[in-house]
């Protein structure tokens, strides 16, 4: 299976600051792979889809790059409600799977 | 508004069974695949099961292939989750997910709790 590992497992800013963080695929899945984000009791939102494309109502702050192996998701000028974990996932290939998440605080 | 109603959660003790459901509200199900994905408590995101716009073809992660079982159904744009031969480690929130024309999961449940316990 496609392993993906997000670094770094914590990262801490502050509001204005900018947010880069990483996602690696063990193998390439061209620019198959989303990045969600997860605030606390609440199900995952989609933020980015093939690597990146802005989903419906993000905003432009949000910016996704990357393909083949190495992905990045920058947060621009961060505001308050942005710090969460984030996810990334991928569909190169079967199973689907995740990294294990990065937690901005 | 588009939005996924699931039910079915619960207490169950290990061995037993549970069928989680997923309906589609604001939208329909038709022509496109579900996903499955449950998170255990403090963990990461799990990717569980999926099935295809069809309903036939289905993939499963090796950890719940054999026990679980995933169906849709387009008449009620329902998608459901049959859980047998449950273990503890498969206590968790599951989330429903529709892959739509992102190719992603781009509306999800709000989740349903399963609990195996003795």
């Known amino acids: 299976e496609i392993v993906l590992t997000q670094s770094p497992a914590t990262l801490s800013l502050s509001p204005g600051e900018r947010a880069t963080l990483s996602c690696r695929a063990s193998q390439s899945i061209s620019t198959y792979l989303a990045w969600y984000q997860q605030k606390p009791g609440q199900a995952p939102r989609l933020l980015i889809y093939?690597?990146?494309n802005r989903a419906t109502d993000i905003p432009a702050r949000f910016s996704g790059s990357g393909s083949g192996t190495d992905f990045t998701l920058t947060i621009n000028t961060l505001e308050p409600e942005d710090f969460a974990l984030y996810y990334c996932?991928?569909?190169?290939?079967?199973?689907?799977?995740f990294g294990q998440g990065t937690r901005l605080e | 508004q588009e939005q996924l109603v699931q039910s079915g959660g619960g207490v169950v003790q290990p061995g037993g069974s549970l069928r989680l459901s997923c309906a589609a509200s604001?939208?329909?199900?038709?022509?496109?695949?579900v996903h499955w994905v449950r998170q255990a408590p403090g963990k990461g995101l799990e990717w569980v099961a999926f099935?295809?716009?069809?309903?036939?073809?289905?993939y499963y992660a090796d950890s719940v292939r054999g026990r679980f079982t995933i169906s849709k159904d387009d008449r009620k744009s329902t998608v459901h989750l049959q859980m047998d031969s449950l273990r503890e480690d498969d206590a968790a929130v599951y989330y429903c997910?529709?892959?739509?024309?992102?190719?992603?999961?781009?509306?999800w449940g709000r989740g349903t709790t399963v609990t195996v316990s003795s």
């Open positions: 604001g939208f329909t199900f038709h022509g496109y695949g």
């Open positions: 093939h690597a990146s």
């Open positions: 997910a529709p892959r739509r024309d992102t190719g992603f999961m781009d509306v």
């Open positions: 996932q991928q569909r190169g290939d079967w199973p689907i799977t």
């Open positions: 099935v295809w716009h069809d309903g036939d073809n289905k």
